[in-house]
């Protein structure tokens, strides 16, 4: 009999909260005449100005404008792309 009601409350309950859920989780379609509807605010693109591009002049192979290679790496990349040059692997 105790474990009948136990059944009997549980399932109420959980009937009570599956209703409940539905009820919050629907959609309700509902016009508000009071309010004026407000168009979104156009968004123009914000533009960016073009930087000049100004380069240092080429001089060989290695062109190393941001000076990332120290001297060493620089001149050996240097002689070793000059050979692959005259043996016909890399053209100037």
């Given amino acids: 009999m105790e474990q009948s ?3 009997r409350l549980m399932t109420f309950v959980l009937s009570a909260l599956l209703a409940f859920c539905m009820m919050g989780c629907a959609r309700v ?3 508000r005449d009071d309010l004026a509807a407000v168009p979104p ?3 123009e693109p914000a533009t ?5 591009r ?5 001089k060989g192979f290695v062109n190393d404008f941001a000076n990332i290679l120290n001297s060493t790496a620089e001149r050996d ?4 792309l000059s050979a692959a040059s005259s043996d016909g692997i890399v053209e100037p």
């Fill in 5 to 7: 009601k136990n059944v």
């Fill in 29 to 31: 379609d509902e016009t």
């Fill in 41 to 43: 605010p156009e968004i």
């Fill in 48 to 52: 960016t100005p073009e930087l000049p």
């Fill in 54 to 58: 100004s380069f240092p002049t080429p």
């Fill in 77 to 80: 990349l240097e002689t070793k």
